[in-house]
Structure formats: structure tokens, C-alpha cells
């Protein structure tokens, strides 16, 4: 139980913190400022919808930072392999 | 009347809207939680790191400054909690309840002084984003009242904490400027810099 909503938030904050990462780096109203908002908007609905967030759980605030902050380094780090993946076309 | 109980009759006039409009509540139970709010801040201090600007170095200072408060704010409720025991109010009083039932002490409201000590650190690097991060803070703050599980005092004293905790950490100029110089030379060490 834990383990999957932990699970669930990695997913969230992966594809959240990748969306946003795109549209800091996009030109203004680019492909990939859209890319990078339906992105963003897809985690939110995905997270939310899929399942009530107003339960308890033993997950702890120091894990969701741990969990927030491993997840944006693999955004980074995916955001690196998409933009040379596009220079390379 | 004493201060507790305008407290108590605020926090009792706020929460008698629940169950009145679906949509309103509908809302107040999306934003409520750990993950929308602090997830939504944190995105925006993300962005400011990334985004190409001019002033690129005050916006990085950020991620530190926003960081550090939160560490400080966060020790300060915790120390706080030893010695502070309030109630939740849905313990105390005929509460509507759309969250679940924290155990922790209500006073201060952990979740505002996080919130808004994110939101301040952003409003200091950039007006227009602190603004929308404030507006979440504020959201945050009320929702957690509007939902049974804060005083409004918990929530007004943790966000003068979250804010008052950033204007100190602020002050320390150099251990913000060393903290955003580590992150760079660690993302470019590590060759995570998508900018360059």
C-alpha cells in the first residue's frame, strides 16, 4: 500500500517535474511549451483522478522530498536523452 | 470573548460551508492534501532554476533559499509540538470533515508555514509567479481549515512563520550564494545541464 503510493507520487513528480522542465526551456507558445504543459497537466489529472489523496498513510513529508527530489534528477537526466535525441534529427 | 474562542467561531463559520456546494468542496478536497499545493510550488521553483532570464542567478537563489526556510520552518514546528499540544478542532467541536484525521498537534499549521515560506522565496525572485504562489499558499491555508482539520490561528501563525523564516534565512547572504553555487557545480560535474 505504501509502496504503490509511493509509487504513484515518484510517477506524479517524475512526468510533473519533466513537463515543467521543457516549458522553462522553451521559446514562448513553442511545440514544446505545449508539450511541457500537457505534460504537467496530464500528472495532476492522473494522480488525482485515479485515486482519493485524502488518506492517511505512514509516508512522511521527508519522504515525499526525498521521493520529489530523485524524481526531478530523472527528469533532468530525461530531458538530456529527449534534447539529444532532437539535435540528433 | 477571548482570542479562542473568535478562533473557534471563525474556524465554526468556515467550516459550516461544507456540504452546501459540491463543486466548492469538490475543490477544497483537491487541494487540501500533501501533494497538490507543495508539489505545485515546488514545480514553479524547478521552473525558475531552468527558465533562460537575465536576472538567471537571483531566480536559482531560489531553490536554496526556498529549501533552507523550509528546513528551518519545519524544526521550529516540530520543537514547537513538544511543547504546544492544540487539539484539532474536529476533536474539540462538531467538525465537517474532508480530510483525514491528522494526529499531530494543530498548532502551527505545518502545511502553511511550508506553503507560504515556498511561496515567499519565490515572490522574492520573481513578482508575478510569487503572486500565483501565494495565491496556492493561501488556497492551502484556507483549505485546511475549510476541511476540519485547522484553527484559523494555526493557519495565520504558520504562515507568518513560513514568511518570517525566509526574511531570516535571507540574511544569510553567503550560505545561499555557496548552497546555489554547489547545485550548479554538482548538475554540471554530473553533466545535468540542460541549459548549456
Given at each position: 500500500m505504501e509502496f504503490n503510493y509511493l509509487l504513484d507520487y515518484f510517477l506524479f513528480t517524475f512526468v510533473?517535474?519533466?513537463?515543467?522542465?521543457?516549458?522553462?526551456?522553451?521559446?514562448?507558445?513553442?511545440?514544446?511549451?505545449?508539450?511541457?504543459?500537457?505534460?504537467?497537466?496530464?500528472?495532476?489529472?492522473?494522480?488525482?483522478?485515479?485515486?482519493?489523496r485524502n488518506v492517511h498513510t505512514i509516508v512522511e513529508g521527508t519522504q515525499l522530498f526525498f521521493v520529489f527530489s530523485?524524481?526531478?534528477?530523472?527528469?533532468?537526466v530525461a530531458t538530456k536523452i529527449f534534447t539529444g535525441a532532437g539535435e540528433r534529427k | 470573548m477571548n482570542w479562542l474562542n473568535i478562533d473557534r467561531a471563525l474556524f465554526l463559520a468556515i467550516?459550516?460551508?461544507?456540504?452546501?456546494?459540491a463543486v466548492f468542496d469538490s475543490l477544497m478536497r483537491l487541494v487540501v492534501n500533501e501533494y497538490f499545493v507543495p508539489v505545485s510550488l515546488a514545480l514553479i521553483v524547478l521552473y525558475l532554476?531552468?527558465?533562460?532570464?537575465?536576472?538567471?542567478?537571483?531566480?536559482r537563489k531560489t531553490l536554496p533559499l526556498a529549501a533552507l526556510s523550509v528546513g528551518l520552518v519545519d524544526v521550529i514546528v516540530t520543537f514547537s509540538n513538544q511543547f504546544i499540544i492544540r487539539e484539532r478542532p474536529f476533536q474539540e467541536l462538531a467538525a465537517k470533515l474532508l480530510f483525514y484525521?491528522?494526529?499531530?498537534?494543530?498548532?502551527?499549521s505545518n502545511a502553511a508555514a511550508v506553503s507560504f515560506a515556498i511561496a515567499t522565496a519565490i515572490f522574492i525572485a520573481n513578482k508575478k509567479l510569487g503572486i500565483v504562489a501565494i495565491i496556492l499558499a493561501v488556497v492551502y491555508g484556507f483549505s485546511r481549515v475549510y476541511a476540519g482539520v485547522h484553527y484559523p490561528s494555526d493557519v495565520v501563525v504558520g504562515s507568518l512563520l513560513g514568511v518570517f523564516g525566509v526574511l531570516l534565512v535571507r540574511r544569510f547572504k553567503k550560505l545561499i550564494?555557496?548552497?546555489?553555487?554547489?547545485?550548479?557545480?554538482?548538475q554540471?560535474?554530473?553533466?545535468?545541464?540542460?541549459?548549456s
Open positions: 510533473a517535474s519533466f513537463g515543467a522542465i521543457q516549458i522553462a526551456l522553451s521559446k514562448k507558445y513553442s511545440a514544446r511549451t505545449l508539450f511541457g504543459a500537457f505534460l504537467v497537466i496530464s500528472a495532476y489529472w492522473w494522480f488525482f483522478a485515479s485515486r482519493n530523485f524524481s526531478t534528477v530523472l527528469a533532468i | 467550516n459550516s460551508f461544507v456540504g452546501k456546494v532554476w531552468f527558465a533562460p532570464r537575465k536576472n538567471r542567478q537571483t531566480q484525521k491528522p494526529t499531530d498537534p494543530s498548532f502551527p550564494q555557496i548552497s546555489t553555487e554547489l547545485i550548479q557545480k554538482i554540471t560535474k554530473t553533466n545535468l545541464d540542460v541549459n
